[in-house]
């Protein structure tokens, strides 16, 4: 699963990059969404392809991609990716309510970091806290989010120090409005999906997601949450964690690995990525 020798992946992303990550997707989706201008562009979105509630399956696959590719991928992988992501985000753009272009490396930036985050947290929940050196080398490996976009390597905070002020200065810019919080309410309950699968998954669904967001976006998107909701949401992570440990490391990877070898096939017969 890994990219060529010289640009393999240190161990530490390697087993950040874990299939049961995929029960923290949708809160990292809320935090990447509760900038506003992001939050409208994918809510108000007039590109079916890529709206998550018009075209699940592609989505789904389109996202999961970016991150192996982004993580595991060798750089010609990347600069392939890259390419795609700029060929969809072209028609990504509003002037009203909120202006929004999927091309402002701001933004980018900000989506980047919340991906990062996202991978620290799980390896984290997975493995216990990572040893500075660890930490180090998965923040250096995390500037790839940004990089397979138009963030350039200059716009990554240099250390986990400076990441730290980025982010916490990112915290006092969330903010939601009715048409965001309406569109993060649904994906949360699921209601943006059909109703066998809401009535099954929903509740589920919510408690995990606001389980993994942080308290600043769990408090923005309007949700209550109580230590018995927390003490029980630990006893859950435990068990993630062990069920983590008893899985062979191809097993672990699913679904990235597949979704890695697939967007190498799929550059091999010269067919889209997203």
Same mark, same amino acid.
């Given at each position: ?18 299939? @049961? ?12 969404? +509760? *900038?506003?201008? #992001? ?17 699940? #399956?592609?989505?789904? *696959? ?13 750089? +010609?992988? %990347?600069?392939?990716? %890259? ?6 985000? *072209? ?11 999927? $091309? ?12 990062? =985050?996202? #991978? ?5 929940? @997975?493995? !216990?806290?990572? +040893? ?17 976009? =138009? ?16 982010? =916490?200065? !990112?915290?006092?810019? #969330? ?15 699921? *209601?943006?999906? /059909? ?5 099954? $998954?929903?509740?589920?669904?919510? &408690? ?13 998107? !309007? ?9 029980? &949401?630990?006893? $859950? ?12 490391? /191809? ?24």
């Amino acid at each position: 699963m890994t990219a060529t020798a010289e640009e393999a992946p240190p161990k530490v992303v390697l087993d950040s990059i874990s299939g @049961l990550a995929l029960a923290a997707a949708a809160s990292n989706v809320i935090m990447q969404l +509760s *900038r506003l201008p #992001i939050g409208h562009g994918v809510a108000e979105s007039t590109v079916d392809s890529g709206r998550v509630d018009k075209h699940p #399956i592609k989505r789904t *696959r389109t996202t999961l991609s970016y991150i192996a590719v982004s993580m595991l991928g060798s750089e +010609s992988e %990347r600069l392939a990716m %890259r390419d795609e992501v700029n060929r969809a985000h *072209r028609h990504v753009r509003a002037k009203e309510p909120v202006p929004y272009n999927a $091309f402002d490396r701001d933004l980018q930036l900000w989506v980047a970091a919340c991906l990062y =985050q996202g #991978i620290e947290m799980i390896y984290t929940v @997975l493995y !216990g806290e990572p +040893s500075e050196a660890q930490a180090a080398e998965m923040y250096r490996h995390g500037a790839r989010f940004g990089t397979t976009l =138009q963030v350039t390597e200059d716009m990554w905070p240099a250390d986990r120090e400076a990441f730290e002020d980025y982010w =916490q200065a !990112g915290l006092a810019k #969330i903010e939601m409005d009715d048409v965001t919080r309406t569109y993060l309410r649904d994906l949360t309950e699921l *209601r943006l999906f /059909p109703a066998p699968l809401r009535w099954t $998954f929903g509740r589920s669904h919510r &408690f995990l997601t606001l389980g993994f967001l942080p308290r600043p976006f769990r408090e923005e998107l !309007g949700y209550p949450w109580t230590p018995r909701d927390q003490a029980r &949401f630990d006893r $859950f992570t435990r068990v993630l964690a062990l069920a983590n440990r008893a899985l062979p490391r /191809p097993a672990r990877e699913f679904p990235f690995n597949l979704y890695l070898y697939d967007v190498r096939r799929r550059i091999r017969k010269n067919r889209p990525i997203v």
